[in-house]
């Protein structure tokens, strides 16, 4: 798993997450962002030599692995706080 990436693919993970928007209740799976690092930084590999429409594809789904990645933290740290015994009681 990429811990960082280069500040090229730094620029599309930046856009990906700036362009999507998923539904509230789409689900999550823990390698997201392992992907959409890989992903931005095949764009920043390729930069120039992709068509703009195909790029333009790749970040949008790029947009949504980031998305997923976030809501995968957020998800997980949200079971934390219940297995610990800390969130409301339903």
Known sequence: MMNTVTPEAAEFLTLMLEETR???DWDTSGFWLSHAQQLAQFLADHRGRIPLTDAAML??????????????REASAEAGRWLRGEGDAA
Do not use: C, F, S, T
């Open 22 to 24: 998923l539904p509230d």
């Open 59 to 72: 970040i949008g789904l790029g947009g949504m692995l980031v998305e997923m990645a976030k809501r995968e």
